[in-house]
């Protein structure tokens, strides 16, 4: 029961909905009027969540490119690294816009910021070594892989 379960949660439709879900939520929730993250302590969190919800994203897009585009591996590695990146571009420079009625372009709501597209693509970064890692060092994903 469980491994088809799985087996379907690995379809082509099923990665391509969440994946679809996941960059809705991301666009959602930097479209809210939401003051810029702060000093000290809040700036370091701001950036482990920035690092942490690309590093989803990548995640994500890899299994995306990997199963729903039936890339090969190394492709799936560069296209998800690429596709993340242009992704974190183009959130920051949409959160500039975000209150443009009522403070102008890249007003005080809220502001494009270097360091949090630094923290995204640090995430995306991070999901792609983790999946080489895996695929390198887990005998049953090569066995499983091989057999493709």
Do not use: W
């Not at 809220?110 to 895996?134: E, K, Q, T």
Request: charged share 20%.
């Amino acid at each position: 029961m469980i491994r088809s379960v799985l087996k379907i949660l690995r379809g082509k439709v099923p990665v391509t909905i969440s994946l679809l879900l996941y960059c809705t939520v991301i666009i959602t929730v930097s479209h809210l009027p939401l003051n810029d993250s702060g000093s000290g302590l809040m700036i370091l969190n701001d950036k482990v969540m920035h690092t942490l919800e690309y590093f989803i994203l990548g995640i994500l897009s890899f299994r995306y490119f990997y199963i729903a585009r039936n890339k090969k591996t190394i492709p799936s590695y560069f296209l998800t690294f690429a596709f993340g990146t242009l992704f974190a571009l183009s959130d920051e420079i949409h959160q500039g816009f975000v209150g443009y009625l009522d403070s102008g372009l890249f007003g005080s709501v809220r502001n494009p910021d270097i360091f949090d597209f630094m923290a995204d693509v640090s995430g995306i970064a991070l999901s792609v070594v983790i999946f080489y890692l895996y695929r390198n060092f887990n005998k049953e994903y090569k066995l499983e892989t091989d057999a493709k």
